[in-house]
């Protein structure tokens, strides 16, 4: 049996893609890296929101998984849209690595709590959102590309810092860089961050389907993401919207565990912020999603919602 496992080409999806396959491998299972280009990494000359959130980074990869070409798709699970196809699903989780952002700069004097103004660069609308309602005297650029090309742009003072996952920072060894671990109670993270998510046709042989789950699947990140996704398909949100969504496993009192979920939405502007937290049981984690949403769209964030989706239909 031969797992063909289909990834971007960057080097952190190159990373995924072999953490993968390592874990595979190690069970004794031949494997097969095809690196496929997708919409997302060749447009870079425009912010995520105007080529469209949904399956920017995955359609070419989703194209090859029902022709066969490949098994599975390797995604960092905060870039996979919230909805699948019919024919397609998410058959395993890897084990979450640390969630938050972090500010990376050559210059270790940095800081968001200095009061100082300076330029971060980022290519996203929550983490703008998010500066523009905490550190409004920060100064924005748009920052696409993977992360190497980022850096370069950094080293070539197009900003002064940039505003990145820890996940992507530390598993491409520049931990070196990084200036300022923001708070989780500020700057919750987007769905998904810090974990990598196992998508498939449903069209996959069964025997490698429970195989890969088997090897593959972390069952307490499953649950946090479960909630997470349920959450952002409930709020319709995509890469365009300044959505954030982290999930816990925390213990209660008699020892068992339950999940706790602290989500939101952001304006565009920063100006209007809505945060929930629920906890729930750890056997509905779809349940907490759709609550929590349903509280964040009650609470303002369907007029939120209609305001942003009416500016980017300019």
Wanted: proline share 2%.
């Amino acid at each position: 049996m031969k797992i063909k496992i289909g990834t971007r080409g960057s080097k952190l999806a190159l990373w995924q893609a072999y953490y993968v396959e390592d874990k595979l491998k190690a069970k004794g299972v031949d494997t097969e890296i095809v690196i496929i280009e997708t919409k997302g990494d060749k447009i870079l000359d425009r912010s995520l929101s105007k080529i469209g959130s949904k399956g920017v980074f995955t359609e070419e990869l989703e194209d090859q998984l029902r022709t066969g070409e490949i098994d599975i798709a390797v995604h960092s699970a905060k870039d996979l849209q919230s909805e699948l196809a019919s024919d397609l699903e998410i058959i395993a989780f890897t084990e979450r690595e640390q969630v938050n952002d972090v500010l990376v700069s050559f210059n270790k004097n940095l800081s968001l709590q200095s009061g100082e103004s300076f330029i971060v660069g980022t290519s996203s609308t929550r983490r703008v959102a998010m500066l523009k309602h905490y550190y409004p005297h920060i100064q924005i650029v748009d920052m696409r590309g993977n992360l190497q090309t980022r850096l370069r742009k950094l080293e070539e003072k197009q900003c002064d810092a940039l505003l990145l996952a820890y996940a992507g920072v530390h598993r491409m060894h520049y931990d070196d860089l990084i200036v300022e671990h923001l708070s989780l109670s500020k700057f919750v993270p987007p769905v998904g961050q810090g974990c990598v998510a196992i998508e498939a046709a449903k069209a996959l042989e069964e025997e490698k389907r429970l195989m890969i789950k088997l090897l593959i699947n972390d069952a307490q990140t499953e649950k946090c993401l479960l909630a997470e996704r349920a959450y952002l398909k409930k709020l319709q949100g995509g890469c365009s919207i300044p959505s954030y969504g982290n999930t816990t496993l925390e213990e209660n009192d008699h020892g068992g565990l339950h999940l706790k979920m602290t989500a939101g939405l952001i304006s565009l502007d920063g100006q209007k912020h809505i945060k929930v937290t629920e906890e729930s049981s750890v056997d509905d984690p779809e349940g907490l999603g759709i609550k929590v949403a349903e509280n964040v769209l009650a609470q303002g964030g369907t007029e939120i919602l209609k305001s942003i989706k009416e500016r980017l239909a300019d």
